[in-house]
C-alpha cells in the first residue's frame, strides 16, 4: 500500500488524475471504476478539464459504478447512475452504453448482483477503481463487520448512512431508500489498482485504522492493504492520527516523477 499525504483535498486531484491519463494513454479502453459521492469530485473535475483541454480521451473506455441504490426510478435524480452523469460521465467523451451501475430495480436483488459481477469480468476487470473511505471506514457500501470477501450484493443502509443522504432527499429520512446493491470487498480487490481518498479530520480515525491498524471486518478499508497495487490519497487533516505520516511524505517525495502512482 502507497500512502500520499497532500496538505489540502485540491492537491490530490492532479496526482490521480495522472494516474488515469497515463492508463489510457497506454490502454485507451481501459475499464475504469468509479465512485460517487463528494469525495472524488475534484478528481472528476481534473479530469474533465484535462478532456475539454484535448490531453486525454475517454472514447473508448468503459466504467462501471460501484454501487447504486435500491428501488429509486430510473428518472431519480439521486440515483448514482445520475449523479456519476452529472459530474462526469456526461462531461467527457465516455459513450452512455459504456457505463453500467448495478440493477436497483431488478426484481431477482441477488441475481441482479452475480449479474453485475460476471459483467464485470466480461469486460476484463476494473484497471483502475476509484473510492471514498467513510468514517466508520466503510468502502461503498460495505459497513463494519461486512465480509472481506463479499460480492455484490444487496446491503441494508445504516441509519446514520441514511441520516447522512437525507441532504440529497429534501432532508426528508423518509425519502431516502433503505437498501442498496454494492460491489463487496472482494470485487473490489479485484481491481489492477485502487486509489483510496479521504479527506477531514472526521477521516482521520478511519485513515488510521484502514492503513496502520490490523485488517479486519470491522474497518472494511483496511482489506486495501492486502491489495497488491492499492494508493492512499489523503489530505493532512484526514493524515493527522497517522504514526508514519512523515514516512510517507518522504518516501513520496523521493519518488521519480516517471513512475507515476
Known amino acids: ?13 492532479p496526482i490521480v488524475a495522472d494516474a488515469y491519463s497515463r492508463l489510457l494513454a497506454a490502454k485507451p479502453d481501459a475499464v475504469l471504476g468509479l465512485a460517487t459521492g463528494s469525495t472524488p469530485l475534484g478528481v472528476y473535475d481534473e479530469l474533465v478539464r ?19 441504490y435500491v428501488g429509486l426510478p430510473a428518472d431519480h435524480p439521486e440515483r448514482y447512475r445520475a449523479f456519476i452523469e452529472r459530474v462526469f460521465t456526461g462531461r467527457v467523451d465516455l459513450r452512455p452504453d459504456a457505463v453500467q451501475g448495478p440493477d436497483g430495480l431488478a426484481e431477482d436483488l441477488s441475481a441482479a448482483g452475480v449479474a453485475y459481477d460476471a459483467a464485470i469480468r466480461e469486460a476484463g476487470g476494473i484497471d483502475l477503481q476509484i473510492l471514498g473511505i467513510g468514517a466508520d471506514g466503510h468502502l461503498a457500501f460495505n459497513m463494519p463487520m461486512s465480509s472481506l470477501t463479499g460480492r455484490t450484493r444487496l446491503k441494508t443502509l445504516t441509519p446514520k448512512t441514511r441520516l447522512d ?12 431508500p433503505r437498501h442498496c446493491l454494492t460491489q463487496g470487498l472482494g470485487t ?31 474497518w472494511p478499508a483496511s482489506v486495501l492493504q492486502l491489495h497488491p497495487h492499492a494508493t492512499v490519497v489523503v489530505d493532512a487533516e484526514a493524515a493527522s492520527q497517522l504514526t508514519f505520516r ?11 516523477d516517471w513512475q507515476g502512482i
Open 165 to 176: 443522504n437525507a441532504r440529497f432527499f429534501d432532508d426528508d429520512l423518509d425519502q431516502v
Open 1 to 13: 500500500m502507497e500512502v500520499i499525504v497532500v496538505e489540502r483535498p485540491e492537491d490530490a486531484a
Open 246 to 256: 512523515e514516512y510517507y511524505r518522504t518516501t513520496y517525495d523521493g519518488k521519480p
Open 188 to 218: 473490489i480487490m479485484e481491481s489492477r489498482h485502487a486509489v483510496m481518498l479521504g479527506f477531514g479530520l472526521n477521516k482521520a480515525q478511519a485513515v488510521r485504522e484502514c492503513v496502520e491498524g490490523a485488517v479486519s471486518a470491522r
Open 50 to 68: 484535462r478532456y475539454e483541454a484535448g490531453e486525454l480521451t475517454f472514447a473508448s473506455a468503459r466504467a462501471f459504478l460501484l454501487d447504486e
